[in-house]
């Protein structure tokens, strides 16, 4: 079910009324249910995928915690969980990738064999697991005590508002939160439809609007000339940024309106002065995972320069497969962990000068802020190209139709959208929209509401573009 379907218009506000009205016992069941249908809209079938990981990590955190006194039988369950998790994970998103490139392997040295994988992807899976994993590691490190009800962890593992594209939610948070009697409050009702209707304006007006013009340039770039590639890059910034930090504000929204305080996912990204700054900002609960589950037990940067840089490059490559099956992934994420270890070698080699005046500050700020969403905005043609093929088409283009190629021809209104976000991008440097509301006067709020809602209403894409983190 999607977050921008007319279904989920109807399934959401019953889910919410059913919350309230009944019994605090009986509401996990429900939103148990009501969770399992939502996944269940897209491929009923695979939430037997789900069950199989969640009955896993549910069993390992009780023996993990039954035998908390034998260290190595402990371990040996938490072994058992991670690598059962880690094979269903590996067999529905890499298993092909890997046979693929087997093949070709083989095809080089001329040796027969044509073997093939054909596998869905169950939408989510990567999520899922990263955030049973973070369960039975926190059960195992003694942080957190062992789920004995079999339904409240289901419904941990499957929580609908962040059910297929996250954010990754840690068990202090979520699993702790289903425990509770959550009482009705205006507050949340209100700050939950203005996060929803922040988030639908992200996605419908802005990403996918700009998401046509991507398409245009990704699937055909020597077709245009140089600036129109530079502009489709542009829009892609933009287009995912406004694809997944719709989806998240959608979730965190709806969660709020029952109650619920789930992982803020996004902070003003592209006002970051840094990669290291941009990865702070962007996709928070992966990132955050990544620190604490790989990077900190490596040795996080309490070592020497060369095995902090060896650090990285393990916790940016491991970020790039997780993102997809694909070498284009990979390199991403590498050309992410290259360029944090170069700005951190220069650093090291130029400390900040003491006493800048406000203006010079300023403009190294911007300078900064400039350099980096350049960057990232050629790293994420990497992620974009459908292949090796598109990348090199792309960045050839690029290079030599300065003087030759079609224009693309942008509506003005695309400046409007893509302006007003921007604006109210800057509005909320670390904040957010619901919060930030509430320090503005009635009358700027509900102008601000009704704006909203007269754009998605009246200047939605025709295209519905699917939300792009459902591939991961």
């Known amino acids: 079910m999607l977050f921008n379907s007319i279904e989920y218009v109807i399934f959401l506000p019953i889910v919410v009324m059913l919350f309230y009205l009944l019994p605090h016992r009986f509401r996990w069941m429900m939103l148990l249910v009501a ?46 969980s991670i690598v059962s998790t880690c094979l ?5 998103k890499y298993l092909g990738f890997v046979n693929d490139n087997l093949v070709a392997l083989c095809q080089s040295l001329h040796i027969n064999l044509n ?8 939408i989510g899976l990567s999520f899922h697991t990263f955030q049973s994993m973070s369960y039975v590691i926190e059960v195992y490190r003694g942080n957190q005590k062992a789920e004995r009800n ?17 954010p990754i939610e840690r068990p202090g948070n979520l699993l702790r939160q289903l425990h509770e009697e959550k009482k009705f409050e205006y507050d949340n009702i209100s700050k939950g439809f203005r996060l929803i209707i922040f988030g639908l304006f992200i996605k419908m007006v802005v990403a996918d609007n700009v998401g046509a013009y991507v398409d245009m340039i990704y699937d055909n770039p020597s077709k245009y000339n140089s600036w129109d590639i530079i502009l489709g890059m542009f829009f892609y910034s933009f287009q995912i940024y406004g694809d997944f930090f719709g989806y998240s504000t959608i979730a965190l929204g709806s969660a709020k309106l029952m109650g619920f305080n ?6 003003t990204p592209y006002l970051a002065k840094s990669i290291a700054e941009f990865w702070h900002r962007w996709h928070i609960s992966l990132s955050t995972w990544f620190r604490d589950y790989v990077y900190f037990p490596l040795g996080g940067s309490r070592v020497k320069f060369g095995r902090w840089a060896f650090n990285i490059m393990v916790v940016f490559i491991l970020s790039g497969i997780w993102h997809g099956a694909a070498w284009n992934f990979l390199i991403w994420g590498a050309a992410h962990g290259l360029l944090h270890i170069v700005e951190k070698a220069i650093l090291n080699h130029l400390p900040e000068k003491e006493n800048k005046g406000k203006l010079e500050r300023i403009v190294i700020d911007a300078f900064k802020i400039a350099k980096t969403f350049i960057l990232v905005t050629l790293f994420w043609s990497l992620f974009r190209a459908t292949s090796f093929a598109n990348i090199s088409d792309l960045f050839t283009s690029l290079v030599n139709n300065f003087n030759t190629g079609e224009h693309l021809n942008v509506e003005n209104s695309i400046w409007v959208y893509l302006g007003l976000f921007i604006l109210l991008d800057v509005l909320l440097f670390n904040s957010r929209f619901d919060k930030w ?4 006067p009635a009358v700027v709020r509900w102008a601000i509401y009704f704006v909203l809602i007269f754009m998605i209403i009246a200047c939605s894409s025709v295209n519905n573009f699917p939300f792009i983190y459902f591939q991961f």
């Open 262 to 267: 789930i992982t803020d996912n996004f902070n």
């Open 150 to 166: 079999f339904g409240i962890y289901s419904l941990y593992v499957m929580f609908f508002p962040q059910l297929v594209t996250g």
């Open 35 to 80: 969770s399992c249908t939502f996944y269940m809209w897209f491929v009923p079938k695979y939430i037997l995928i789900l069950l199989i990981t969640i009955i896993v990590d549910y069993s390992a955190g009780i023996l993990m915690e039954k035998y908390a006194d034998n260290h190595k039988l402990k371990k040996r369950f938490l072994v058992i």
């Open 437 to 440: 509301c509430d320090n503005r």
């Open 88 to 92: 269903v994970l590996f067999i529905f």
């Open 115 to 122: 073997t093939t994988v054909d596998l869905i992807l169950p």
